[in-house]
């Protein structure tokens, strides 16, 4: 895991600085479902935000970077990268839906605003790639972990626009036996539905 105390100086620098983020990536995937090594801490934040992030962060005795102005902003300190995303894979951004929908957890002490589970597994479908094989099964073990008591109507609508990348994960989920009981039929049917004829 990434160095706690770094961690909380970012979220606390951000906070402090009025800049609304939810957490995303490794730690949030720890939380939905399973446990495994991250070496970052990810925020998503608004575009029109970070900016003012970054330079906050530079501020704070963060090494700050304009990694890829399409999506990527990153700052670190000691050995610990803080990722601010502003545009994630699967076009997920801070958006007001994205915004409600995010999860409060407690994380040393402090409570946090999460993405919310079904966000992240969008995000995860559309990361999955020869180089981030763990996205697919952290995407199943968000399945899992959560007895698939998602927000399957919200999950839905967010993936109406890319059906068939959401259609090609759930449908390896439900060839999967530990996973397939919490994979709604009903929800394959309706993403069917969406596709192109």
């Keep these: 895991m990434p160095a706690w105390h770094i961690f909380m100086e970012a979220a606390k620098t951000l906070d402090d600085a009025g800049i609304d983020f939810v957490l995303c990536g490794g730690i949030a995937v720890r939380l ?3 446990v495994r090594e991250t070496t970052d801490v990810d925020f998503l934040i608004s575009e029109e935000d970070v900016d003012q992030a970054l330079e906050f962060l530079g501020e704070a005795g963060f090494k700050i970077k304009r990694t890829d102005p399409r999506w990527l902003f990153q700052a670190f300190k000691d050995t610990s990268k803080v990722d601010l995303i502003f545009e994630a894979m699967g ?3 801070l958006s007001e839906e994205v915004r409600e929908h995010a999860k409060p957890a407690e994380i040393e002490g402090y409570t946090y605003r999460v993405i919310a589970p079904e966000d992240l597994l969008i995000m995860k479908a559309h990361s999955l790639s020869e180089e981030r094989p763990r996205d697919l099964f952290d995407a199943f073990s968000i399945i899992k972990e959560t007895d698939g008591k998602l927000d399957w ?3 839905l609508d967010r993936s109406r626009p890319r059906a068939q990348r959401m259609l090609g994960l759930l449908l390896f989920a ?4 530990e996973i397939s009981a919490f994979v709604p039929g009903w929800v394959i049917q309706r993403l069917v539905s969406y596709l192109p004829t």
């Design 153 to 155: 109507h919200y999950f």
């Design 174 to 177: 439900k060839s999967e036996h």
């Design 91 to 93: 076009a997920v951004r």
């Design 32 to 34: 939905y479902g399973r």
